[in-house]
């Protein structure tokens, strides 16, 4: 087989890529920095859509303006924009687990087309999709086209991320840098934070752990930690800092001996850099690095997460702030549940005590009407505040109050107390 003579032959114009769409066809494209935005720009032009739809993930850039007769717009994870767009009704969202985005995919969407942005081909004519293999590397098997969008900017990486040029409908080029994670402030308080999760965390553990400025102050407290694997969905850049001070061997990864195993990455061009050919890193699609059978066989598996409010029965809000959708649920539920299945394990999800300049409580009795429970009380382990670590697994109602009430913020506590003893969960 002649690669480049292949690739030369699906190579085209962004209109004559757009074309294999067709009406009624499902476009599902990857999350974050995989995502093909000038693929996705074109379908405002592209004149063969009617009844289509488009599944995207957390997003990066602006909404793609189409009439919705035309294309649904469906998200499973909110960026930005599309708060905003789902607020002025203009997108949907999909609730999920993020490990069962592979099977909603399989099962409720038709036509499938797969777009993705890629490295550029290697001598076997394959093309790897870099910082990403989530749920769409699950759709190429079956898809009815996939259309590339090739960029050198995009990192090779190892794992089950890989399309073969054989299999591609088109492709296109652009050249353009991957979009990239803003740089986030620690703040003291997440500096707090990060210490008491630190001493949660003991030599030898695998760690998941995101994104954000919680989890940056995590891991800052972990450089002197020795032996850690690390199997995540996403890899944050401050990971980098782990395997330049020895901590991270990845020599009890059940998923990958030796290796750091996710689905994504988010960072700077650090990070990009640092997994470019990096034989230690390994990406699965999300169906096995969330799949809470095989995470809960894991020993010693610590897996952090993000809050927004907590309420007396344990009930974890990680989507909605003031009534208003901003995220969703993502992998949380799948971490949480595996953390609570596996061997001498430690579910942590972290939150600020209060927010708005202390005029808020992230500690509430109980949550409002129509807020989503992301972890429920049953999953529930550690709650971690800058006022200190509350662990709710295997505590009784009013003793799960008390602990909460102990770490929130001072300012809140009174009232908390009040509450707490009109619904009797105090006496």
């Not at 009624?24 to 289509?52: F, R």
């Not at 991320?161 to 990239?180: F, G």
């Not at 509350?390 to 509450?419: M, N, Q, S, V, Y």
Request: charged share 25%; net charge negative.
């Amino acid at each position: 087989m002649d690669l480049q003579k292949l690739y030369n032959e699906k190579l085209c114009s962004i209109e004559e890529a757009v074309s294999f769409i067709q009406p009624g066809d499902d476009i599902i494209t990857p999350i974050l920095a995989g995502e093909p935005y000038k693929l996705m720009k074109q379908l405002e032009s592209h004149e063969g859509l009617s009844g289509n739809r488009l599944i995207q993930m957390f997003s990066t850039r602006d909404v793609i303006d189409v009439e919705p007769e035309k294309l649904q717009i469906i998200s499973t994870f909110l960026g930005a924009s599309e708060r905003k767009a789902f607020k002025e009704g203009k997108i949907d969202i999909l609730p999920n687990h993020f490990s069962d985005m592979p099977k909603l995919l399989n099962q409720f969407t038709n036509n499938q087309v797969a777009m993705a942005v890629v490295s550029p081909m290697d001598d076997e004519g394959y093309f790897s999709m870099g910082t990403n293999c989530d749920y769409v590397a699950t759709v190429f098997p079956y898809a009815k086209n996939i259309i590339l969008e090739v960029n050198e900017h995009m990192p090779r990486t190892y794992g089950e991320n890989r399309v073969h040029i054989s299999d591609v409908s088109a492709l296109i080029e652009n050249h353009e840098p991957i979009p990239a994670s803003p740089d986030l402030r620690v703040s003291e308080k997440d500096r707090i934070i990060g210490e008491y999760v630190a001493e949660l965390i003991e030599d030898g553990d695998t760690i998941q752990i995101g994104f954000g400025s919680i989890p940056n102050a995590i891991i800052e407290q972990l450089t002197s930690h020795r032996n850690l694997s690390v199997h995540t969905e996403m890899i944050p850049e401050k990971i980098i800092d782990l395997y330049e001070a020895g901590a991270i061997t990845n020599e009890n990864n059940l998923f990958k001996k030796g290796k750091l195993t996710a689905t994504f990455a988010f960072g700077s061009q650090r990070l990009y850099d640092f997994i470019h050919e990096n034989e230690d890193i390994y990406m699965l699609p999300v169906n096995k690095t969330n799949n809470v059978v095989d995470l809960s066989k894991m020993k010693n598996l610590v897996t952090v997460n993000a809050a927004v409010e907590v309420d007396f029965l344990g009930q974890v809000n990680s989507e909605m702030i003031g009534g208003t959708y901003w995220s969703s649920s993502g992998g949380q539920a799948d971490f949480q549940i595996a953390s609570h299945l596996a061997e001498n394990s430690k579910g942590i999800l972290t939150l600020h005590s209060s927010v708005k300049k202390d005029t808020i409580s992230k500690i509430v009795p109980t949550l409002l009407p129509g807020t989503p429970v992301t972890t429920s009380k049953n999953d529930v382990d550690y709650i971690v505040t800058e006022y200190g670590v509350a662990r709710l697994r295997g505590k009784t109602i009013r003793e799960r109050t008390k602990e909460l009430i102990r770490i929130a913020h001072p300012k809140f506590r009174e009232e908390l107390e009040f509450e707490a003893k009109k619904m009797g969960y105090l006496v």
